[in-house]
């Protein structure tokens, strides 16, 4: 089901919830229209409650291919819905028909993040279908080559340190371990590597390894035929500074030095990404009240905003200093300073889930700037909810730059195929 669609059973689900008013009737035609299998109908059938039959069929239906939304229209009129059909006909009409007729404008992103229908299986990128030479004029960084680059991942799940001394006097560690950690790695994995390129995942790094690992980085011999390189960290945070799984810190000032020109001559003038899921403090966001046309001025002045995810969130804190800037480099991160950011255990974090599903929708048409704003957009979407205090948070990421041109990744497209000797080579 194409995701426009699978928008308009998301905004009216509570609408067909109370309105469908024979869920059997609807699952039966949907299995004569080979929308359904007689298991799918069975499954919709067994509930005892109408209202959970009518949950169970939106369940299954959106992943039931690309014609199943016109038939469930269809079989809403067939049986006796005919108001359920209009309504929803009427979300796909010329005059609400944004999710349709712009199909990469920012009005399809998905309303509420994590968002389940947006993120379940696989996230396919979209191949360039405008003709490549847009984005290799002397504007845009080089981005031709197969393997495009190294993307380098270290994920740290589980922590062993620091510790500290309970009312009992017993040590316990203080950083909690990172479930959901490992959805980031799968989608941030499975979208590069559509876009060509190779990725390198590290687990449960000390502090010193971190370290270790970012200057054997710089020395590989690939890197000098590579037009990009991206980092991902995946850890807990403080204020200006990430964690090892020893509890011992590394400042993101110190990672970008490594990164820089000196340090990494074979990407001196080529651009490097580093997408930072931690986070930067202990502070958490109530937000603000706000118009729908003040948050949308400000994301599109900014690209910044306060706003929205749910139950089964956690956040990975546990502080920053502005300083000289770093050429061709895009440092982004999951919040703001002295904030804390947010991970789903069952979907991943709100940053990089969203990186993943931006850039599989809108690389071949975006360039970096575009869909990082985009990110933003999404992770302001997300609400975190405190039961016990009755409260609500959210969160939004940051984003810097230090590009002097224009970054597309370009998917799909290739001119120069790397020699399979260091292709070898930069999987090591």
């Known amino acids: 089901m194409e995701d426009a669609d699978r928008r308009v059973l998301q905004v009216n689900r509570t609408f067909l919830v109370k309105n469908i008013a024979n869920p059997d009737d609807v699952a039966n035609e949907l299995f004569s229209n080979e929308i359904f299998t007689e298991g799918m109908k069975d499954e919709v059938e067994v509930e005892k409650l109408k209202e959970k039959k009518v949950r169970k069929l939106l369940d299954i239906l959106p992943r039931r291919g690309p014609e199943a939304f016109q038939i469930f229209i269809k079989v809403l009129q ?15 009409s010329p005059q609400n028909n944004s999710h349709h007729r712009q199909e990469d404008g920012e009005d399809d992103l998905p309303q509420t993040w994590p968002d389940p229908l947006s993120l379940e299986g696989r996230l396919t990128v979209k191949p360039l279908t405008c003709p490549a030479s847009r984005f290799q004029k002397t504007g845009c960084y080089k ?13 740290n799940k589980i922590f062993f340190g620091p510790l500290e001394e309970d009312e ?7 950083l909690a371990t990172r479930e959901g950690t490992e959805q980031d790695e799968r ?9 060509f390129f190779v990725v390198d995942v590290h687990m449960d790094k000390k502090g010193e390894e971190i370290k270790a690992l970012l200057k054997e980085e710089v020395k590989k011999d690939f890197h000098h035929k590579a037009d990009c390189f991206v980092l991902v960290i995946m850890t807990h945070g403080t204020s200006g500074a990430i964690y090892g799984v020893d509890g011992k810190t590394v400042s993101i000032e110190e ?5 820089n020109g000196e ?13 930072i899921q931690a986070c930067r403090g202990e ?3 109530e937000g603000v009240k706000e118009t729908a046309a003040d948050i949308e001025r400000e994301i599109k002045s900014t690209g910044e905003i306060l706003k929205d995810l749910s139950l089964n969130t956690v956040s990975d804190s546990k502080s920053e200093s502005v300083t000289a800037t770093m050429s061709h480099m895009v440092v982004a991160m999951a919040s703001t300073f002295g904030m804390v950011s947010y991970r789903n255990k069952i979907y991943g974090s709100w940053f990089l889930t969203a990186v993943a599903y931006v850039f599989a929708k809108y690389s071949h048409t975006n360039d970096i700037h ?7 957009q999404l992770v302001s979407r997300g609400r975190a909810k405190d039961n016990k205090q009755n409260k609500e948070f959210v969160a939004i990421s940051e984003s810097s730059y230090t590009l002097s041109k224009d970054l597309y990744f370009c998917p799909g497209y290739f001119i120069e195929e790397v020699p399979q000797s260091r292709i070898q080579q930069a999987s090591f």
């Not at 990672?255 to 990164?259: A, G, P, R, S, T």
């Open 78 to 92: 067939d049986t006796n819905n005919d108001h359920v059909a209009l309504k929803l006909k009427s979300g796909i």
């Open 143 to 155: 981005m031709g080559r197969r393997p495009r680059g190294r993307v380098l991942i270290i994920n």
């Open 168 to 174: 009992n006097g017993k040590k316990r560690v203080t």
């Open 187 to 195: 989608k941030i994995q499975e979208v590069f590597e559509q876009m």
């Open 255 to 259: 990672i970008k030095m490594l990164l």
């Open 263 to 275: 340090n990494f001559p074979a990407m001196a003038d080529k651009p490097k990404v580093l997408l």
């Open 283 to 285: 502070r958490k966001d």
């Open 370 to 376: 575009q869909m990082l704003t985009k990110v933003n």
